[in-house]
């Protein structure tokens, strides 16, 4: 039998047409078109910052809650005070203002205390009580603590104690005399007046010491002379008795007789 030269490629390429294959759901041809479509698309696996991919759930519910126009604002760590919108409650503070607000005590209020108060809402203590006039008046009557002086009352120091207890009880401010009247002194057995005549006639007597008298001197007693010499410068010596004794101290020797 003679052989007839086939070409398979022709034969094979028209069995396999497009046309004559049956598709099926696991089976299906691609157009091109698809198969670029496809290839644009993104992969299954979830987007990161490095790459495109699928959006998670997380990632979907953050992005529901972002309001639309959001951006990516970074807000500053600082803001200068003029950019600050003031309200009724919210202003901005002075150093001045923070101080005094510093100095201002918890739960302080805007309180104005009254000129005066009744003296009935005063609670007294130990070391603050009311006083009444009639009190007043009796201490405002009472010496001061001052100490007193020459030209103003006042309380007595203690260096005045202590001069007043020198002093006797009843002592004035006496002064006494330059002089005195004699009358006024008393005498006694060591103290004695003497009248200027008294005076006149003692002095005009005889010293103890010696002297000489003038005038004539009667001795009514015994007149002892003691003494080496005794001299008598007169023109009459009389004498009453006819007996003088001469060498009366002397021891006379035997059959010696007194001339007389």
């Known amino acids: 039998m003679a052989r007839t ?16 294959i049956a598709q099926d759901a696991s089976n299906r041809f691609v157009s091109d078109a698809e198969k670029s479509g496809w290839t644009a698309k993104a992969t299954t696996a979830q987007a990161t910052t490095g790459a495109d991919g699928l ?42 203002e923070r101080t005094k607000l510093a100095g201002v005590a918890a739960n302080a209020n805007n309180y ?3 000129a005066n108060h009744a003296a009935t ?13 009639a009190e007043k008046t009796t201490w405002n009557a009472k010496a001061s603590t001052a100490v007193a002086t020459s030209g103003v009352d006042g309380l007595m120091a203690a260096a005045d104690k202590s001069k007043l207890d020198g002093v006797a009880a009843g002592a004035n401010n006496y002064t006494h005399p330059a002089n005195h009247a004699a009358t006024v002194i008393t005498e006694d057995a060591t103290h004695r007046f003497a009248t200027d005549a008294e005076k006149t006639a003692w002095n005009a007597k005889l010293a103890a010491a010696g002297g000489t008298i003038s005038g004539d001197l009667t001795v009514s007693g015994n007149l002892t002379i003691n003494g080496t010499t005794t001299t008598i410068d007169t023109t009459n010596l009389e004498i009453e008795d006819n007996i003088i004794v001469m060498n009366k101290n002397q021891v006379r020797p035997e059959g010696q007789v007194a001339v007389c």
Do not use: C
């Open 55 to 96: 959006m998670s759930a997380a990632d979907k519910t953050k992005l529901n809650g972002v309001e639309a126009g959001a951006n990516a604002y970074t807000h500053p760590a600082t803001h200068a005070l003029d950019i600050i919108t003031e309200t009724a409650t919210l202003k901005i503070m002075t150093d001045t």
């Open 121 to 133: 809402v005063i609670t007294e203590d130990a070391t603050h009580r009311f006083a009444t006039d």
């Open 5 to 20: 030269k086939v070409n398979l490629a022709d034969q094979v390429e028209d069995v396999l047409s497009p046309s004559n």
């Open 112 to 114: 104005t205390h009254p």
